[in-house]
Nanobody
Framework: QVQLVESGGGSVQAGGSLRLSCTAS????????MTWFRQAPGKEREGVAS????????YYVDSLKGRFTASQDDAKNTVYLQMNSLKPEDTAIYYC?????????????????WGQGTQVTVSS
């Protein structure tokens, strides 16, 4: 069954903002970490932000600190990624992942459950 559903992607101009949502099944939401990744054309998937949902603790990739903010709504089993001051290099498909099995929270291979992704396009 579908466990993660992302939404909120779209096209914006540089400097704009978007908020992505990832709604999870009860199992996925309570697993441990829910993490945002992104993948640009021709590039590897990279971590963006992660939330330890049980402790409500967010973590960020250093290069994105200050522009991206992760948050959660337990009543809706949903995590959010608020993206501000967007740049063309933020253009990518953004994925939500859950149920980390081992290793670093930003290691894509560690996650068992993935959403379908949502496209973010930032024009200059």
């Amino acid at each position: 069954q579908v466990q993660l559903v992302e939404s909120g992607g779209g096209s914006v101009q540089a400097g704009g903002s978007l908020r992505l949502s990832c709604t999870a099944s009860e199992y996925a939401y309570s697993s441990n970490y829910m993490t945002w990744f992104r993948q640009a054309p021709g590039k590897e998937r990279e971590g963006v932000a992660s939330i330890y949902t049980r402790g409500r603790v967010p973590y960020y990739v250093d290069s994105l600190k200050g522009r991206f903010t992760a948050s959660q709504d337990d009543a809706k089993n949903t995590v959010y990624l608020q993206m501000n001051s967007l740049k063309p290099e933020d253009t990518a498909i953004y994925y939500c992942a859950a149920d980390k099995t081992y290793g670093d929270r930003f290691d894509a291979t560690a996650y068992k459950v993935w959403g379908q992704g949502t496209q973010v396009t930032v024009s200059s």
